[in-house]
């Protein structure tokens, strides 16, 4: 699965980033450990000094009293226990739990320790100090200790906040990394719509613009590639355009020698049928000729060329008025459906061929005493075209074909193939669509061509 060039580099500022925050993240965490331990270990060791201080001689006998001081200092909502021991020499109890343990060996000075008490870790100190009353000295031992509940809490006091600070910096560097993406990625998306959104026949170069200099190297191959493909399309156009109208002068000549060989008296019954065959043939030739120009021009025009103002329901009376005798030969009922004027910008002549290639095929492919009905009417920023038969129609799965070249169909009527392609490449250049459907009953077809109106 491809990803988006966003996520990919959102990713890429990411990952460093969130490598930062856990790094640290992991050194905050060891900071509040030491700090919370420092300050764990000087409570235990003021309250060592504070219980040593009261251990006196009395009557020649070493005697302690435990002060509450010393040990309220560690009262705490984290419900910790506190322990102590006082040790005359290395096995003298003075006082306290006898089940704390020493550090061994004692070291000079105050010893802090881990140990543990009825399976509980303990945070422990050791503090010395030396008594003397008549000549006699007394090494006594305060051993001081207290359960971690409080120094865990201590902990997390100091580190979370932290965590979540780098956390909420992580969230915010996303987001103006991921705004930053969208604007500076901003001219590839225009880039990628202004190529995707162009009709295949719009080959013109790629606006430049504002570009970062990173994409105007793709624009320039791109621009390069439209240039080879418009010389490649317009020689192709101009080809077929010249060769068309090449055959159109030996085709009028042919026609003419054919017209003036028929009254032949002479001839017998196998040449002037020849001569009939040879003059339908020359016929479709001619016809294909014209339909090939007028499909080269289709595709080179736009309404971009000198667009003039149209009156599509003045088109379509010149258009049945020029049909309506090919109509009557086949006993077709030709009406209209014309409702005020319906502007279109475009080309008058490539309009005329539209709906004269829309009509002339409703009559050719609907059924002797058929009916054809051509309409047009505005419908809000459009013009509506309709020619409506009430012949065979198109069966579903031929009407994605029918707009193709030389695509006809299982049909025996005449014809090139070549009308419903010319209509739709005169409707695409002027800004309009085509669509096929079915008339009422799934009888017959309607194709409806929509033009943008003519704004003044």
């Not at 739990?97 to 050791?126: C, H, K, M, Q, S």
């Not at 001839?267 to 014209?290: F, H, V, W, Y």
């Not at 061929?353 to 058929?370: F, K, M, P, S, W």
């Amino acid at each position: 699965m491809m990803q988006s060039l966003r996520t990919r580099l959102l990713g890429w500022l990411l990952v460093p980033v969130g490598l930062f925050v856990i790094v640290t993240g992991s050194m905050a965490y060891d900071a509040a450990r030491e700090t919370a331990g420092l300050l764990q270990d000087n409570a235990l060791l003021a309250s060592a000094r504070i219980i040593a201080e009261e251990v006196d001689w009395e009557n020649g006998v070493l005697v302690a009293r435990i002060p509450p001081a010393a040990l309220e200092m560690f009262e705490s909502p984290d419900q910790d226990q506190v322990f102590y021991r006082i040790v005359k020499g290395r096995t003298g109890l003075l006082g306290g739990n006898p089940e704390l343990a020493l550090p061994a060996p004692t070291p000079p000075g105050p010893a802090f320790y881990d140990t543990t008490l009825d399976g509980r870790p303990i945070r422990a100190v050791a503090y010395e100090r030396e008594l003397y009353d008549s000549g006699a000295t007394e090494r006594v031992t305060v051993i001081v200790g207290k359960t971690q509940a409080s120094y865990r809490v201590m902990i997390g006091n100091l580190w979370r906040p932290q965590l979540v600070r780098q956390g909420l910096m992580l969230a915010l560097v996303a987001a103006l990394v991921l705004l930053g993406l969208t604007f500076e990625l901003g001219p590839l998306i225009r880039l990628k719509d202004d190529v995707a959104d162009r009709d295949a026949l719009q080959l013109v170069p790629v606006r430049i613009g504002r570009l970062p200099s990173e994409l105007r190297p793709v624009v320039d191959a791109i621009n390069q590639c439209v240039a080879r493909l418009k010389l490649h399309a317009t020689t192709q156009r101009k080809f077929i355009a010249d060769a068309a109208h090449q055959l159109r002068t030996p085709l009028a000549l042919l026609g003419a020698q054919i017209e003036c060989a028929r009254p032949c008296v002479h001839c017998g019954p196998l040449l002037t049928d020849a001569l009939a065959g040879i003059r339908r043939s020359s016929g479709k030739m001619t016809e294909m000729t014209n339909q090939l120009l007028l499909l080269a021009q289709a595709e080179s025009s736009s309404p971009a060329h000198t667009p003039v103002r149209v009156d599509m329901v003045t088109v379509v009376s010149c258009v049945l008025e020029e049909l309506v005798v090919a109509g009557q030969r086949r006993r077709i009922d030709l009406g209209a459906e014309l409702a005020g004027m319906a502007n279109v910008p475009g080309s008058a002549t490539l309009l005329m061929a539209l709906v004269t290639n829309l009509v002339d095929n409703a009559i050719r492919y609907t059924q002797e005493g058929g009916r054809v009905t051509a309409t047009c009417r505005e419908e809000g920023d459009e013009v509506v075209l309709q020619v409506i038969d009430n012949g065979p129609g198109i069966p579903t799965e031929a009407r994605a074909h029918v707009f193709e070249r030389f695509y006809r169909g299982a049909t025996g009527a005449d014809g090139t193939g070549l009308g419903l392609s010319i209509v739709r490449e005169i409707a695409h250049s002027h800004g309009g669509t085509v669509a096929l459907s079915p008339h009422s009953g799934h009888v017959g077809l309607v194709v409806t061509v929509r033009l943008p109106k003519w704004r003044d």
